[in-house]
């Protein structure tokens, strides 16, 4: 098979190629003139060099003008860019093409994020503004010395309110002794020794009587002295009975007048009993006033005075001294707690000035690397 290609610059060419079977034969001529080289690939890039484009390319475009041109205009995009690419070779731009375009959507999100810190950065250092530090007080001394007049003063009012304890004691042992009364003249009182047994046997003699006399009623209650029968009428001897009921008389009146002798008697002993009982207890109470006395006496300080010492004064003074300490106290307080807020303050303000220029320094940066 023979191919004969026929091109023109300021000189004619014509370019016969001739295939047989796995084995290709060009000529080159040149205004009819052989001007092919020894090998095929030889004459293929002279051919090149005349024309200014390569073997490929220049069958491209020999393809090309063999294509129907309404078929080409009636491709879709997609078809007449594919068939463009593989014309030209430009599968590779369009790798570069599309690394460009990821590279640039990369660079357009950083970018975005740099100016969205820039912006902060920005608003940052437009709305803190820097305050000048704070300057710390000198922190005031206590007066240690009002602690030990303090002490000293409690001490003496403490005394003084141990000597009004004792005072007071002294004025009511004092007044206590001043109002007891006793008698040193007064005798103990003496007991006959007689009355206690002699009260006891009369007791004993008035119930053994009492008995007798109840006894003596109850035979009399029980005897019938009546002189006739009940059941027949008939008179009978009641001169026992009468006697016997007057014998039972007369003993109940004689024991009657013994038990009325003995109680007056029992009466006249317990009276002389009581009267012992009173005398002996007020003799025992005049025992104890004058032991009470005694007591009393020696439990009295007689070189206590009787009025009150007067402390209000170390009071005041006492009061004022610890009003002074709580007022140095406090003033020493306010003004540490005044210089550790400056200390706060001021170290709060050494960090914005280091945010600052952090950020202003990150500004610069980015500034220098966007140029």
Known sequence: MSIKHEFKTPTDYEVISKRSGASTHVTLLKDGKD????????????????????????????YQSSVDSLEFLKATDTNRKKFLVNLFN???????????????????????SKMG?????????????????????????????????????????????????????????????YKLAFDLSMEEPVLDETILSSIETIKTEISKSEAAVSAANRDLKALDVSDHCYACKQPIDNSKSVELSKSLNDTVTGLSSLISSKKKELATLQSALAEYSKAKTAFDRNQKAIEKFTQLSQMIDASLPTS????????????????????????????RKH?????????????????????????????????
Request: glycine letters at 4%; one cysteine or more; hydrophobic letters at 30%.
């Open 308 to 335: 009150y010492p007067d402390y209000k004064s170390m009071q005041k003074t006492l009061q004022e001294v610890e009003k002074e300490i709580a007022w140095q106290e406090k003033e020493n307080a306010d003004v």
């Open 35 to 62: 001007i092919s080289e020894h090998k095929v690939l030889d004459t293929y890039k002279k051919i090149a060099d005349i024309i200014g484009r390569d073997f490929e390319t220049f069958s491209q475009l020999t």
């Open 117 to 177: 810190e820039l912006k902060t950065v920005q608003d940052f250092i437009e709305k803190n503004v820097i305050p000048d530090k704070a300057v710390e007080k000198a922190v005031p001394d206590i007066d240690t010395s009002l602690y030990g007049k303090v002490e000293e003063l409690k001490t003496k009012i403490s005394q003084e309110r141990s000597i009004c304890d004792k005072i007071d004691r002294n004025n009511l042992n004092i007044e206590e002794r």
């Open 90 to 112: 430009l599968s590779r731009y369009l790798e570069i093409g599309d690394e460009l375009k990821t590279v640039q959507s990369a660079k357009e999100k950083e970018l975005a």
């Open 339 to 371: 210089n550790d807020s400056v200390k706060i303050r001021n170290a709060k303000i050494d960090a914005l000035v280091e945010q600052l220029r952090d950020s202003e320094r990150g500004t610069g940066n980015y500034g220098s690397s966007g140029r």
